[in-house]
């Protein structure tokens, strides 16, 4: 990812995650003033979709997703560079397999008018968004996988 967009997806998801955060205290303000806010989980839904779809893509672009050793450790150079493409190969076809088993869900659910009950959220959008962003990951991994570690 270029600097410009990745710094974009951290702000963006980083906004999304504060306003999530800012609806739940506003909710639970509400509530022990003996009235409620109509539709802020359906909100806090949204955001926390949008805020784990570009935090899944900036872990896997800038490669600080969780990772294990405990065999790589134990390879020589050329090992542990083949067991790094080769691991960078399979979390990218798991993606691919999100992707595939996502994008089936939302092209069947397309033209149903799928809309959140209070505020009315269209749910298709935020699977394309989400989709949008496992493609997004998907892609990076692939392109990791001809790079060398910095």
């Known amino acids: 990812m270029t600097g410009r967009i990745y710094n974009a997806a951290i702000w963006f998801g980083g906004t999304a995650l504060l306003l999530a955060a800012m609806t739940d205290v506003a909710s639970v303000l509400a509530r022990n003033l003996m009235t409620s806010i109509h539709g802020s989980i359906e909100l806090i839904q ?20 969780a990772r294990v050793h405990l065999l790589t450790d134990r390879l020589s ?11 960078t190969l399979a979390v990218a076809i798991f993606f691919l397999c999100l992707l595939a088993g996502s994008g089936w869900i939302a092209l069947d659910m397309w033209n149903g008018q799928e809309l959140s009950e209070v505020v009315g959220v269209p749910w298709r959008l935020l699977r394309a968004f989400a989709n949008a962003c496992f493609l997004a990951a998907m892609l990076v991994l692939l392109r990791q996988m001809w790079k060398p570690r910095p």
């Not at 899944?56 to 490669?63: F, I, K, N, P």
């Not at 150079?77 to 691991?87: I, P, Q």
């Open 46 to 65: 949204v955001a926390l979709v949008i805020a784990g779809s570009l935090g899944l893509v900036v872990a896997v672009a800038s490669r600080t997703y």
């Open 77 to 87: 150079d050329s090992g542990k560079v083949l067991m790094e493409r080769a691991t």
